[in-house]
């Protein structure tokens, strides 16, 4: 290989590492005060428009599902499919310049930056069924010590705290004191719209409704939300079984299949020849 080639490679590799460092710096070093992606830019304006000239309810609900890690919104996440699809396609042409083959891997390059252009996407969508899931676990549990709490006489904001004390993710969500004194409504408002998922609308409309019922009626109204969370969960658990399934017949079936078929051929050979010898 020239030794062009390997100065060049050697070259951008260490500019893409020393820019890559820098963002990374940047962004932790602003993270508590700017929760945006790494530094502001003229051409991020022009990306937000850009991105964002057309409504994609599916994305922003996919967003508010996992409650917006690193506090991004779309175009930041299609800005870091672009970058993993973009590097990949960079590092397999590099590849192949030191590969010494004469056929180049087209195919195999379109499928590795295809595959990594999507690899972000499909990490948020992992990530917020897992949030979502936990929440629901979280909601329910939250109900169940809530409704005890309301029937021993506790305050409101104090038996909210209280309930979301042993949940995993639900008690980085509950309201501070000083919001909560200057608007309950809007506070539970924020709660609702931090939560994003389906469950915390129930939830909240129910916390809202048992303010003006009685103990029996609060207890009851809260056993039915308690139902409809677990209802909703296994429901999902359901869906999640029936789409492995499907996932487990489009897989398996067709190599169980071609391994018949290939252990099969030989005795097809087998056959042919028998009755080629004896019918000709």
Known sequence: MPVVYLYATLTLGALFVFIGCFALGKHWAGLGRRPK?????????FWTKTVNASEDPAWER????????????????VFAQCVCGTA???????????????SFPLLTLLIASTLSF???????????????????????????????????QVPVYAAMVKAARPTRLLKEYVPSLSE??????????????KLGVDDAIMLVSSMRTVESLSGGQ???????LEWAVDHRRMFRHRKKIKSLGIGYSIIVYP???????????????????ILDKYLT
Do not use: H
Request: net charge neutral.
């Open 218 to 224: 609060v207890a009851l109204t809260m056993q039915r």
């Open 37 to 45: 992606l790494f530094v502001t830019l003229p051409w991020k304006e």
């Open 62 to 77: 996919l967003l508010e599902r996992a409650g917006r890690p690193f506090g991004w919104g779309k175009p930041e996440w």
């Open 88 to 102: 990949v396609c960079l590092l397999m042409l590099f590849a192949s310049m030191f590969n010494r083959s004469d």
């Open 255 to 273: 190599a169980f299949y071609m391994g018949l078929l290939v252990a099969m051929y030989p005795w097809y050979k087998l056959l042919t020849e």
């Open 118 to 152: 999507f690899l972000p996407y499909i990490g948020l969508k992992m990530w917020a069924n897992y949030r979502e899931e936990v929440l629901s676990t979280d909601i329910a549990r939250f109900i169940n010590r809530y409704v005890n709490l309301l029937e021993n």
């Open 180 to 193: 909560w004194n200057e608007d309950p409504d809007k506070s539970l408002e924020n709660f609702k719209r």
